[in-house]
């Protein structure tokens, strides 16, 4: 019991750390799901500095995202570089942030079940960048 007890304090101290990271969200200026997912980011206390794009795909080339994984925006956490694709839920993205290792994290395309496309049902998976999960939310 006091082990859980440690493990749940520990968790929520790293995403509470995790939530007031600054993520920059490189998006294209007509796509309104990538507000809804900044709006999920700041709901949860991340800092967002929002950049309109008009060649995500250089974006996404230069950041290293991996071609089948991509989506509609890609955010780097600003003190990391850790590579945020796609809705990813803010608990996986404050779980990345706690594991510098990990180079970036993926919501392939766009589910209905994503944070800015529609309600969340606890199956969506996102990956890490070689296509592994990562967390399921």
């Not at 990391?80 to 404050?94: L, R």
């Amino acid at each position: 019991m006091k082990k859980l007890l440690v493990a749940a304090l520990f968790a929520a101290s790293a995403a509470a750390h995790a939530a007031g990271e600054t993520i920059t969200v490189y998006k294209d200026a007509n796509c309104g799901c990538c507000e809804g997912w900044i709006a999920h980011l700041r709901e949860a206390g991340y800092k967002i500095n929002a950049i309109d794009s008009a060649d995500m795909p250089a974006v996404k080339k230069r950041l290293g995202v991996p071609d089948a994984l991509g989506s509609c925006h890609t955010g780097v956490v600003d003190a990391s570089g850790q590579v945020i694709e796609g809705h990813v839920p803010a608990a996986a993205v404050a779980k990345l942030i706690a594991q510098r290792g990990v180079k970036g994290v993926a919501v392939p395309g766009m589910p209905m079940n994503s944070p800015g496309m529609g309600k969340m049902d606890g199956k969506l998976v996102t990956v890490d960048f070689k296509g592994r999960p990562f967390s399921q939310d």
